[in-house]
T-cell receptor, first 113, second 111 residues
Framework: DVKVTQSSRYLVKRTGEKVFLECVQD?????MFWYRQDPGLGLRLIYF???????EKGDIPEGYSVSREKKERFSLILESASTNQTSMYLC????????????FGSGTQLSVL | GDSVTQMEGPVTLSEEAFLTINCTYT??????LFWYVQYPGEGLQLLLK?????DKGSNKGFEATYRKETTSFHLEKGSVQVSDSAVYFC??????????FGQGTTLQVKP
């Protein structure tokens, strides 16, 4: 069965901390994505990557960075966490040239205090 | 830019009721359209899709028809079950690899 695994289900951090959210997929997919999910706002794309070491900004990249050193792993980095980054973070992957089907992880609920 | 608008929720129905969740989109090109579903505590999963005008996507009793003239992709099901309780997201892809999602609509089905 295909899998997208996010390292933590719940995370609590302090304002100003550097936070790493990890995502691993076992499907050899080219494309990987980070979204954040907020009530009333749906899913908003933070960053995506279509190949190793390649990245593209999504709609809300401010305050975030990403790293993709290996094909199966895509990390989201909050350089200095702030309370407005409290959210559910969803990682996804997809094969090939188009988003025929995104496979999602079960999410990381991040609380920044 | 491209965008997706869904009806506000929550939608509360009794079991076996008819379901419609409205979705309209704005896009410059000819997008592919998708419905994703998120069950409690889980990530999103693809429910159905349509890639061109007048296509009908269907899965698990759910249907949606790509209407270019009204820029809509409404989700319907004839008889909902308690197990259909979830959050439903409409999404589009114009060109490239990324999806643009709507706000999500929560469906609660009561026995």
């Amino acid at each position: 069965d295909v899998k997208v695994t996010q390292s933590s289900r719940y995370l609590v951090k302090r304002t100003g901390e550097k936070v790493f959210l990890e995502c691993v997929q076992d499907m050899d997919h080219e494309n990987m994505f980070w979204y954040r999910q907020d009530p009333g706002l749906g899913l908003r794309l933070i960053y995506f990557s279509y190949d190793v070491k390649m990245k593209e900004k999504g709609d809300i990249p401010e305050g975030y960075s990403v790293s993709r050193e290996k094909k199966e792993r895509f990390s989201l980095i909050l350089e200095s966490a702030s309370t407005n980054q409290t959210s559910m973070y969803l990682c996804a992957s997809s094969p090939g040239q188009g988003p025929e089907k995104l496979f999602f992880g079960s999410g990381t609920q991040l609380s920044v205090l | 830019g491209d965008s997706v608008t869904q009806m506000e929720g929550p939608v509360t129905l009794s079991e076996e009721a008819f379901l419609t969740i409205n979705c309209t989109y704005t896009a410059t090109g000819y997008p592919s359209l998708f419905w994703y579903v998120q069950y409690p505590g889980e990530g999103l999963q693809l429910l159905l899709k349509a890639t061109k005008a007048d296509d009908k996507g269907s899965n698990k009793g759910f249907e949606a028809t790509y209407r270019k003239e009204t820029t809509s992709f409404h989700l319907e099901k004839g008889s909902v079950q308690v197990s259909d309780s979830a959050v439903y997201f409409c999404a589009l892809s114009d060109y490239g690899v990324k999806l643009i999602f709507g706000q999500g609509t929560t469906l609660q089905v009561k026995p």
